[in-house]
């Protein structure tokens, strides 16, 4: 969207209407004038130029033509990577903490694939958080997740792909009676 008027370098917003020398331009003007009428008034298009690193992990400040791009903090990343593990492990066992209290107060059973899904996701969260504290500032641009599924993720995971399956086999049944 850098538009820019050629006067006093100033950013002219996309679909965001305008007033000069008296005259109102609507909010698709820009969309609409030739690169001579944009010109005329004194609008021209400059190519973003900003670096294109992650700001997750970079600092990026200046203005166009002059950019300074440093890494951040890697005690600063670090922490606020466990913490986000953190909060997904506990979101993840949110669902299913009824029935630890359930258990602890009545003594009932809690569902085998529950139990282990609990366990498993309290593991990859601890060795995430181990991967995490490990890494250097590279490493830690390439940490991926890849949490454990409860039981009714994969339900519908594969009613999802049964589903797909179903509409492909119509489609091919479709393709075959059109011959």
Request: charged fraction near 35%; glycine fraction near 6%; include cysteine.
């Amino acid at each position: 969207m850098p538009y820019y008027w050629t006067a006093t370098d100033i950013e002219q917003p996309l679909n965001k209407g305008f007033t000069k020398n008296g005259t109102q331009y609507p909010r698709n003007w820009l969309n609409l004038a030739s690169d001579e009428e944009k010109a005329a008034i004194g609008i021209e298009w400059i190519a973003d130029d900003r670096p294109k690193n992650n700001e997750r992990y970079y600092r990026i400040r200046g203005k166009r033509g002059d950019w300074t791009v440093e890494p951040r903090d890697l005690d600063e990343l670090k922490a606020r990577a466990v913490s986000a593990c953190k909060k997904h492990a506990g979101n993840r066992l949110a669902d299913t903490d009824w029935l630890v209290v359930r258990k602890m107060d009545s003594g009932a059973v809690i569902p085998e694939d529950v139990v282990e899904f609990r366990a498993a996701t309290r593991a990859y969260s601890n060795e995430l958080e181990a991967t995490i504290n490990a890494a250097d500032f590279e490493g830690i641009q390439k940490v991926e997740q890849e949490w454990p599924k409860s039981t009714e993720e994969l339900q519908r995971e594969a009613e999802a792909e049964a589903a797909r399956l179903a509409v492909e086999e119509r489609m091919k049944a479709g393709e075959n009676d059109d011959n």
